[in-house]
């Protein structure tokens, strides 16, 4: 049975699906089962809301600053339940909650879900990955042609409606690709924050 909620420092992670839409790579699930005191985070069914609500029940949340929607799979794959869980969290434990995604929701719902994330979320950070559209198709692989286009749309539209919107990297890239991926996201108006290769 794979973790639902898993620890890492001092933030509690939820892992509520494996489903993904892009096969990036650097990811980590290629490599290893788990993350942080998770011992696998594969599922062998999608956890249901039950489930999930039934994980955090039964987690003591003293001393975490954040829950963060993370895990071996896409969050917003998963929307339904990343939505109520979410506002489960709010009601009942009132830690902030970020969902680190690759900003592929709206592509992947054909629609605009960021109105209902901004209902429950208090940070996004979105997988920028690569500076350009080419590299950014070769190290993410999304199963979208357009994801870029897609990605890069999903966060000015977060910006427009939460409070606390970041794009990352990984220092995989050169510091060439780092400082133009910085510079893309200061047009759209985020910060660029840079992830340490696992």
């Known amino acids: 049975m794979a973790d639902i909620l898993y620890t890492y420092k001092n933030q509690v992670y939820v892992n509520i699906t494996n489903k993904c839409d892009c096969r990036c790579t650097f990811c980590v699930r290629s490599h290893q089962d788990g993350v942080g005191d ?34 071996y799979g896409e969050p917003t794959c998963a929307l339904e339940n990343l939505l109520k869980s979410a506002k489960y969290i709010k009601e009942n434990i009132k830690l902030p909650i970020r969902v680190n995604t690759n900003g592929l929701g709206n592509l992947y719902h054909k629609r605009n879900i960021v109105p209902e994330l901004a209902e429950v979320v ?5 997988s920028l990955n690569a500076p350009d559209r080419e590299t950014y198709m070769e190290v993410t692989r999304p ?16 910006k427009e409606t939460i409070p606390n919107v970041k794009m990352t990297v990984v220092d995989v890239l ?4 780092i400082e133009a991926s910085r510079s893309l996201a200061e ?12």
Not at 44 to 69: C, H, N, Q, R, W
Not at 143 to 158: D, L, T, Y
Not at 187 to 198: C, D, M, P, Q, S
Request: with cysteine; proline share 1%.
């Open 174 to 177: 050169s510091q060439e690709e």
């Open 143 to 158: 199963v979208f042609e357009n994801a870029f286009e897609g990605m890069i749309e999903f966060a000015s539209k977060c």
């Open 38 to 71: 998770a011992e696998t985070l594969w599922h062998s069914t999608e956890p249901s809301l039950e489930e999930i609500k039934a994980a955090i029940d039964a987690f003591d949340f003293s001393g975490y600053k954040e829950v963060v929607y993370c895990g």
């Open 187 to 198: 047009k759209i108006g985020v910060e660029l924050r840079v992830r340490k290769y696992a």
């Open 122 to 126: 208090d940070t996004v950070s979105i």
